[in-house]
């Protein structure tokens, strides 16, 4: 038997590799959506671990921090520092 292949779609998908949490919990958005802020995806709007294990978009953490006058997780209120 012989078969022909006329056409082909590859469809893919991605996911952070982030352990117990697939959202964020400032905007409430999955990590594999952009923030309020971005328009798209990806290396833009990555998630960002504390060091007390929370993770949050990038830009939603920072506008937590800075505009909000809070150096605190929103979570345990425990001080935010990046994790490296």
Known sequence: MKVT???????ATWKWDIENSDRC???QFEF?????R????GDDCIPMQGQC???FHLHCI???T???????C?????KWVPKN
């Open 38 to 41: 971005c328009k798209t995806p």
């Open 32 to 36: 594999e959506a952009p923030c309020p």
């Open 66 to 72: 800075e505009e909000g006058s809070s150096d605190e």
């Open 5 to 11: 292949i006329n056409s082909w779609h590859a469809v």
């Open 62 to 64: 920072l506008k937590w």
């Open 53 to 55: 294990s929370h993770y």
């Open 25 to 27: 919990a400032i905007c």
């Open 74 to 78: 929103p979570l345990d209120r425990k």
